[in-house]
């Protein structure tokens, strides 16, 4: 069956530093893949979205890539604050019924 | 433009009871999903709805039911609660709910179950 993997771990990183989460999948062949960003007693809210054929995505301070070969796409938060502390959440996309497949999401801390 | 909302916000019911959850998308979204999400686990599809009409179901048992009306508010019911049914309810709209659209959450109706 489908499976999306990202660190279940909370990811502690240094206020200023890149943090990088890391979206793994295994048995699907996505069209898209999705980030979102969920903050606590709300819903996720949508970042970015890159294609199958698109190797890199940037927005502002926010990068995404996505490699198929490996099955696996990087989020990258450069010179992070504080105020990026939240959980993460990738979802893939592109199956015939359009329905999105979530990961369980990474909690990221921003340490000032 | 107002945001996806969802009443209530917070539920405490009973094991056997029966709850009913509802959500009202973006002016002009005509596609509603629901979800399920709880501690460690990705968010759980549980239906999509388009222009009244379930379009999309995902794996959960007969007693997760929804509908959507004709303002493409929608609701979802679950009877006869267990307690494993705790969990965060979240709906999500979009314009047609195909293809690469984004999806926006409300946020969420948060079910504790005795």
């Known amino acids: 069956s489908q499976k999306i993997e990202q660190n279940s771990e909370a990811l502690n990183i240094q206020e200023g530093k890149t943090a990088t989460l890391t979206c793994n999948y295994t048995n699907y062949s996505p069209a898209y893949l999705q980030w979102y960003r969920q903050d606590p007693g709300r819903g996720p809210v949508f970042l970015l979205l890159i294609r199958e054929n698109e190797k890199e995505k940037r927005k502002e301070r926010l990068k995404v890539t996505f490699d198929t070969t490996l099955k696996q796409s990087l989020f990258h938060i450069t010179a992070s604050q504080p105020a990026d502390s939240a959980t993460y959440l990738c979802a893939l996309g592109g199956d015939s019924n359009y329905q999105l497949i979530w990961g369980a999401g990474t909690k990221l801390i921003i340490k000032p | 433009k107002a945001g996806v909302t969802q009443t209530p916000r917070y539920l405490i019911k009973t094991r056997g009871q029966q709850v009913t959850l509802s959500c009202s998308p973006i002016s002009g979204h005509r596609s509603v999903s629901w979800y399920q999400q709880t501690p460690g686990q990705g968010l759980q599809f549980l239906f999509e709805y388009f222009s009244e009409t379930q379009r999309n179901k995902g794996n959960f048992p007969g007693r997760f039911s929804g509908r959507q009306f004709s303002n493409s508010r929608s609701e979802m019911n679950v009877s006869t609660l267990e307690l494993g049914d705790s969990a965060l309810y979240l709906c999500?709209?979009?314009?047609?709910?195909?293809?690469?659209?984004?999806?926006?959450f409300g946020p969420g109706t948060r079910l504790l179950v005795l």
């Open positions: 999500a709209s979009s314009l047609t709910g195909t293809g690469e659209e984004t999806q926006y």
